[in-house]
């Protein structure tokens, strides 16, 4: 079984900065893509970010390119997204996920394990 509890969450004003983690139990976490996603009442889940599982591939969704960051660090079974310049429409909460493959997807129904949930909110 694999626990994922993210944290880093908070209020920030537009163009502020935020570094969400997800901190990972478990064996699984070196040998499987990690992924953040991101949802907002009344919408469906968004893919935001994925990384394969040495750190070594990424992909952002395009409306974070050049301002977000996916990164892991597999002996703290840790990945974390870095969030610059941000806007009031990145408000949502985030969660990050486990895909039992080694490579990422942009597919939530990919992704067998999820954490909580963190709030970000944005304001203008």
């Known amino acids: 079984q694999v626990q994922l509890v993210e944290s880093g969450g908070g209020l920030v004003q537009a163009g502020g900065s935020l570094r969400l983690s997800c901190a990972a139990s478990?064996?699984?976490?070196?040998?499987?893509?990690m992924g953040w996603f991101r949802q907002t009442a009344g919408k469906e889940r968004e893919f935001v970010a994925a990384?394969?599982?040495?750190?070594?591939?990424?992909y952002r969704e395009d409306s974070v390119k050049g301002r977000f960051t996916i990164s892991r660090d597999n002996a703290k079974t840790t990945v974390y997204l870095q969030m610059s310049s941000l806007k009031p429409e990145d408000t949502a909460v985030y969660y990050c996920?486990?895909?039992?493959?080694?490579?990422?997807?942009?597919?939530?129904?990919?992704?067998?394990?999820w954490g909580q949930g963190t709030q970000v909110t944005v304001s203008s």
């Open positions: 996920a486990l895909r039992p493959a080694p490579r990422y997807s942009v597919n939530d129904y990919e992704y067998d394990y």
């Open positions: 478990g064996r699984m976490f070196s040998s499987y893509a």
């Open positions: 990384v394969g599982w040495s750190g070594a591939t990424t």
